[in-house]
Every structure is written in C-alpha cells, then in structure tokens.
Nanobody, 123 residues
Framework: QVQLVESGGGSVQAGESLRLSCTASGYNYGSYSLGWFRQAPGQEREAVAVIDNYGGTRYAEFVEGRFTISRDNAKNTLYLQISNLKPEDTAMYYC?????????????????WGQGTQVTVSS
C-alpha cells in the first residue's frame, strides 16, 4: 500500500523560507512521478510543481522561481523548497504520486495522496 507523509510546514513571516518533505513507503519509489499541490482556504486545490520519474520538473506559473521541487530516491523523499514566502502562499500542501511517467500539472494523473502539511505565512 502506497503511503505518503508530508512534513515541514509551519507558521512563518513573509520573506522567510521553508522546506517541505514527503516521505513515501510501500512502492518502488523511483518508478513514480511525484507532485506538490496546495489548497488555500475557500479555494480549489491547485498544482504547484511536479517531478517525473526521470527527474524532469515542471512548475505552475505562479511559482515565479521561488519554489524548487526535488527528490532523493535513496531516501524515498520528495522535497519542496519555498523561498521568499508570501501571505498568498498560505495553504495546505499535499504531495502526490503517480505510477510511471507524468509531467502534467494535473491532479487527476496522481492516484496516491498524503494528508497534507499546513503552511501559514503572515505579513
């Protein structure tokens, strides 16, 4: 059974940085594509960044160079480094996994989801 557990969220001031982590278990991690998604209060969940099983990355337009997605297959861990946090980045951040290749910023491509980690940014 695929399990994803996010960590690293918290309450920070605008301009600070955070690194979110997502640790996986229960499957051949290296063969899966992974993604970060977020959902702000009262908003629909949206894609942030994805990294496919070959290491290729893709970002949502709003990222503006502030987010970096990476993966460590030896540790079965996915990361999202966020710099210069803004209040509008406040959201629950979820990691997700899709078997095989996927580089689309499309939620429907991802079958497995974590429970999320909350990021709150105050001005």
């Amino acid at each position: 059974q695929v399990q994803l557990v996010e960590s690293g969220g918290g309450s920070v001031q605008a301009g600070e940085s955070l690194r979110l982590s997502c640790t996986a278990s229960g499957y051949n991690y290296g063969s899966y594509s992974l993604g970060w998604f977020r959902q702000a209060p009262g908003q629909e969940r949206e894609a942030v960044a994805v990294i496919d099983n070959y290491g290729g990355t893709r970002y949502a337009e709003f990222v503006e160079g502030r987010f970096t997605i990476s993966r460590d297959n030896a540790k079965n861990t996915l990361y999202l480094q966020i710099s210069n946090l803004k209040p509008e980045d406040t959201a629950m951040y979820y990691c997700a996994a899709a078997r095989g290749f996927s580089n689309a910023l499309v939620q429907g491509n991802y079958k497995y989801w974590g429970q999320g980690t909350q990021v709150t940014v105050s001005s």
